[in-house]
């Protein structure tokens, strides 16, 4: 992901910390596995920053979800919240389990799951037995709402968790995006029972692959590290009480982490820049609608999103690669794809418009202004010659 020629990519992780001296520290030490100080430390400051008192770092975003699900005892005959307009992590990690997702559509105000719809959803499909909702058409239990905190905005959490409150239902919060973001002061992850992160390569802060689990129950989080750590009960022998996995964080990229969370509001305080620059400047271009979300968060922008007419979003995203400019369509709906097709699921008009229209564009730290300049001027230009409208002078 090294810049090459005059390709801008859609992300390009930003290492200019310490994080290169703390991994050779590592190699110099041969704590390059899954034990060592730097697990210990990106655990703490994590939980530091994100304010949730204990935090596991395992081996990817995936991981981390599926072990708070496990650790919720979430599995078959169970069911589960979901929106369809995500990542396909925040489902599989459902069905990895033997959990049935529900799919419930979108807040276009925030792009999380809509609290009307999901109380719309509950009042139509469900009854309450004995304080628990059970699905009229499957006659399963509904444990869990996982919403998701997409492109670093936050959704309507605490809306979901007054939801969740009513029907005792838990709260798991797909966070891969959200590293950052704040609602109200909080850190996103933490209005529910578990916050789940990612620090892929392209996210917010990288450790080449990895992840979080935030909690503040230590039951849970005792859990969550035994099951990632193959449910083994002592140091020296080899006693195992549970099916467990392998899904610790190594050291050596826990030392990544540490150097990237010494820089982290440096690093979001540039893509909210970018975003603002890409806000004023297309301001005026047609049918070219800069993504922001109404609920007052504050988001990092870890994707820019722009909305464009249904009918121009592929031309636009072949355009934009043709001129050397990475960009990704919003991903297809979840629901519709075939191991999910035979799933329940709301209306979904929020979510298809925006599978249909979103796509995304650079917004990462090491954007020059140059470059911000070529992505506005190839947008504006497209606008002006399929949109067949005037730009302002
Ligand atoms: C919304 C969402 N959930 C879950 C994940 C899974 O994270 P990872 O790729 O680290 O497994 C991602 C990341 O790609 C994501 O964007």
Redesign the pocket.
């Known amino acids: 992901m090294s810049k090459m020629n005059n390709y801008i990519p859609l992300s390009i992780p930003c290492l200019s910390g310490n994080e290169k001296k703390y991994v050779i520290e590592c190699l110099d030490s041969n704590w390059i596995s899954s034990v060592g100080s730097y697990v210990d430390q990106f655990e703490e400051k994590f939980s530091i920053y994100s304010g949730y008192r204990y935090a596991v770092a395992v081996t990817?975003?995936?991981?981390?979800?599926h072990l708070s699900l496990l650790a919720l005892n979430i599995g078959k005959n169970d069911e589960v919240f979901v929106p369809s307009a995500?990542?396909i992590?925040?489902v599989n990690a459902i069905r990895y389990t033997g959990a049935d997702p529900v799919f419930i559509d979108i807040d276009p105000e925030n792009l999380g799951i809509s609290c009307f719809e999901l109380q719309n959803f509950i009042d139509t499909h469900y009854s309450l037995i004995d304080g628990q909702l059970i699905s009229k058409k499957s006659g399963k239990l509904a444990r869990c709402i996982l919403p998701?905190h997409?492109y670093g905005h936050a959704c309507e959490i605490v809306g979901l968790t007054e939801i969740a409150r009513k029907y005792s239902l838990h709260i798991i919060e797909?966070a891969?995006?959200g590293v950052g973001c704040r609602l109200n002061g909080k850190h996103v992850g933490t209005f529910g029972d578990i916050g789940?992160f990612?620090?892929?390569g392209?996210?917010t802060i990288t450790t080449g692959?990895?992840?979080m689990v935030i909690t503040n129950q230590n039951h849970l989080a005792k859990k969550i590290r035994h099951l990632a750590n193959q449910a083994k009960c002592n140091d020296f022998r080899y006693h195992h009480d549970d099916i467990g996995y392998n899904y610790r964080m190594m050291n050596i990229q826990a030392a990544i982490g540490v150097g990237q969370l010494e820089h982290i509001d440096e690093m979001i305080n540039k893509k909210r820049v970018v975003h603002q620059h890409y806000e004023k400047e297309l301001a005026f271009a047609k049918d070219i609608h800069v993504y922001n979300s109404s609920t007052a968060c504050d988001s990092t922008y870890w994707m820019c999103l722009i909305q464009v007419p249904t009918e121009l979003r592929n031309k636009l995203s072949s355009f934009m690669m043709e001129n050397q400019i990475q960009v990704r369509p919003f991903w297809d709906l979840i629901h519709k794809f075939s191991m999910y097709k035979n799933f329940q699921h709301s209306r979904m008009e929020n979510s298809i418009y925006l599978s249909n229209s979103g796509l995304c564009i650079p917004c990462h730290q090491q954007l020059t202004e140059g470059e911000i300049l070529k992505i506005v001027n190839k947008l504006k230009e497209f606008s002006k010659d399929n949109f067949n409208l005037p730009l302002p002078a």
Request: proline share 0%; aromatic share 8%; hydrophobic share 40%.
């Open positions: 990817n975003g995936t991981a981390a979800l995500t990542f992590a925040s998701v997409l797909d891969a995006e789940c990612s620090f892929n392209n996210k692959g990895g992840g």
